[in-house]
């Protein structure tokens, strides 16, 4: 067991949330009377907390605006019901088996923690993970304090974990936590894009294919 501490990203990675996230963040855009981002703008900031990825999409706004925006999306994304977010095809199996095996499962999550919350008790899930952390309790990835915060609560040391994400976001936080990472090709930045972070690889299917890197 060379990584028994396993720390997961959700959106992206765990959860295939993304067609919801860019639509609730076009649709909060309209809401607020701006100009909606592209689908590739809002996958560029998918990871981020929410006040970051309103700050990266609408940089000449006042605060007080992009704070405006960070309702408006949670409010599209408490009530777009309709719209399912499901895990990829295995993961919830993945993460079942790795329990029973003994490895220690963490989330860090540029979710809010009611929205965390929400989808963990939908999912049954809970019960999985020995740690989360959210966006609203730390700094915004790629800062390591998510990172920190679930070692030190875990008494795990940097060596001992692998991060799993789909964003630079998730593998540049764990490179700055001295923490190794492993990216997952089909989230929101693709392989080359997440080569640049150096990890350990970029596999095309966590569920085939984690064992090799824990």
């Excluded at 925006?69 to 079942?96: C, K, S, W």
């Excluded at 040391?157 to 001295?178: E, K, T, V």
Aim: hydrophobic fraction near 40%.
């Amino acid at each position: 067991m060379k990584h028994p501490l396993i720390i997961f990203d959700w959106d992206g990675t765990l959860m295939d949330s993304i067609d919801k996230i860019v639509l609730c963040m076009q649709q909060a855009a309209k809401n607020q009377q701006q100009i909606a981002p592209t689908e590739q703008a809002v996958k560029n900031i998918i990871g981020l907390s929410l006040l970051k990825a309103m700050q990266q999409l609408f940089p000449s706004l006042l605060l007080t605006q992009q704070e405006l925006l960070v309702e408006a999306y949670r409010e599209q994304y408490n009530t777009m019901h309709h719209i399912d977010t499901p895990f990829y095809d295995g993961i919830a199996e993945l993460l079942t088996n790795l329990k029973a095996q003994g490895y220690i499962l963490a989330v860090a999550t540029g979710k809010g923690r009611n929205g965390l919350n929400r989808i963990m008790q939908k999912t049954n899930t809970e019960h999985l993970f020995a740690a989360t952390i959210c966006a609203d309790e730390s700094n915004s990835k790629p800062d390591p304090l998510m990172i920190h915060s679930l070692l030190k609560q875990l008494d795990f040391s940097p060596s001992q974990a692998l991060m799993i994400g789909d964003s630079s976001y998730d593998l540049d936080m764990a490179a700055n936590a001295g923490v190794k990472s492993l990216g997952v090709s089909y989230g929101v930045h693709g392989r080359e894009k997440l080569m640049l972070s150096n990890p350990v690889a970029v596999v095309d299917c966590l569920v085939s294919q984690l064992h090799r890197y824990i």
